[in-house]
Every structure is written in structure tokens, then in C-alpha cells.
T-cell receptor, first 113, second 113 residues
Framework: DAGVTQSPTHLIKTRGQQVTLRCSPKSGHDTVSWYQQALGQGPQFIFQYYEEEERQRGNFPDRFSGHQFPNYSSELNVNALLLGDSALYLC????????????FGEGSWLTVV | DAKTTQPTSMDCAEGRAANLPCNHSTISGNEYVYWYRQIHSQGPQYIIHGLKNNETNEMASLIITEDRKSSTLILPHATLRDTAVYYCIVSNAGGTSYGKLTFGQGTILTVHP
């Protein structure tokens, strides 16, 4: 049983460009949350998707958007990249039917140059 | 979500028990205590979570005080591979903040030979 999988693992983008990160949740999980972790900091909640809709959102600008597909997989899109967007982007999946346990993927390292 | 307070760093000898404390004095009745750890450059790894009863799994034990204002994560026989940042998080699992984890700075646990 695969856990939470994310792609790509590493990528480099130029300021102003757009990026899409992908996440497949743990089997049986229907809720996907995205986090940003800057170097030396703890992860910060970006937003959460459930039933293909954004259900909660953290304090991130509209340049950060997402999508959830019918198979529960999800994408995180960041437009107009800034140098400060360089971070580890983490996907977490959960389900109320799985004892409130929340699992994280290994993340996608984004470097903006 | 209630805030947590953890020591910045702790040391432990290999083979001994590591006891990591966490204060969450403003925890409310429907909030769970979660523990995660993160090894450099990897995604957070779920360890254990609980509501009010003590919990044990193959990785660790979680001891929650009767008033639920503090808890202790116990790694019974620490190994060098347990060196990581340990996060104690309080979250309203199942409520409006379901699936949203607010990370603090965590405790850097160093296990030495």
C-alpha cells in the first residue's frame, strides 16, 4: 500500500514562472492538505481539499491555488514565482475513516532563481 | 488550535529512553495531541496521537496528563536514527480545522553513542 507520493522531488524555476506540484494521497484517504516549509522553519499550512473543493486556507496569497481530482489526487499551482517561494512543499493526506491520522509525503523541493 | 511549548533541544544516550515533554495548557476537549518527527530534508513522519488516554504503538508511547495540559512522548530505546526534530501539535481533528496542523519550532533530539 503506497503512502503519500509527490512529484517532482526537485525542481528549479525562474522568477515569474509558474509551477505545478502533484500529490497522490494514501490509499483510502479523501482529504489532501498542502504545506510550505522554508529552510529552518516548521511547515506552514497552505490549504486543504476535500470533495474537489478548497475547504480551508492558510495565510497565503492567491498566487497559490490548487485542485483536487475525482480520484482524490491533488495539484498545487504557484504563479508569478518569487525568490521567497523557494521551499519544501509537502502534501498530507487524511480521512476521518482512518482514525484522524494524517500522513505526509516526502515533499517537492522548489528552488526559484 | 491550542499552542504548544516544547524545549528547543534535548540529548539522549543511545539505548536509553528519550522522554520529550510538551505543554498545551489551552487545549480544548475535542483537540487531539499529535507527534511527528522530521529528519533533515524529509517529510514529517507520523509517530502517534491521542485524545486523553495514554497510547502506545510500535514506535513510541504517548502519556497525556489527566488534565490534558501536558504530554510526554517516550521513545523506549533510542537509536542514532531517532535523531530528528520532534513536533508536538494540538489539532481539532474532526472539527472545522480537521487535517490542519499548526507546527511550532519543535524539539531537536540528538541521540549520541
Amino acid at each position: 500500500d503506497a503512502g503519500v507520493t509527490q512529484s517532482p522531488t526537485h525542481l528549479i524555476k525562474t522568477r515569474g514562472q509558474q509551477v505545478t506540484l502533484r500529490c497522490s494521497p494514501k490509499s483510502g484517504h479523501d482529504t489532501v492538505s498542502w504545506y510550505q516549509q522554508a529552510l529552518g522553519q516548521g511547515p506552514q499550512f497552505i490549504f486543504q481539499y476535500y470533495e474537489e473543493e478548497e475547504r480551508q486556507r492558510g495565510n497565503f496569497p492567491d498566487r497559490f491555488s490548487g485542485h483536487q481530482f475525482p480520484n482524490y489526487s491533488s495539484e498545487l499551482n504557484v504563479n508569478a514565482l518569487l525568490l521567497g517561494d523557494s521551499a519544501l512543499y509537502l502534501c498530507a493526506s487524511s480521512s476521518l475513516t482512518d482514525g484522524n491520522t494524517i500522513y505526509f509525503g516526502e515533499g517537492s523541493w522548489l528552488t526559484v532563481v | 488550535d491550542a499552542k504548544t511549548t516544547q524545549p528547543t533541544s534535548m540529548d539522549c544516550a543511545e539505548g536509553r529512553a528519550a522522554n520529550l515533554p510538551c505543554n498545551h495548557s489551552t487545549i480544548s476537549g475535542n483537540e487531539y495531541v499529535y507527534w511527528y518527527r522530521q529528519i533533515h530534508s524529509q517529510g514529517p513522519q507520523y509517530i502517534i496521537h491521542g485524545l486523553k488516554n495514554n497510547e502506545t504503538n510500535e514506535m513510541a508511547s504517548l502519556i497525556i496528563t489527566e488534565d490534558r495540559k501536558s504530554s510526554t512522548l517516550i521513545l523506549p530505546h533510542a537509536t542514532l536514527r531517532d535523531t530528528a526534530v520532534y513536533y508536538c501539535i494540538v489539532s481539532n481533528a474532526g472539527g472545522t480545522s480537521y487535517g490542519k496542523l499548526t507546527f511550532g519550532q519543535g524539539t531537536i533530539l540528538t541521540v549520541h553513542p
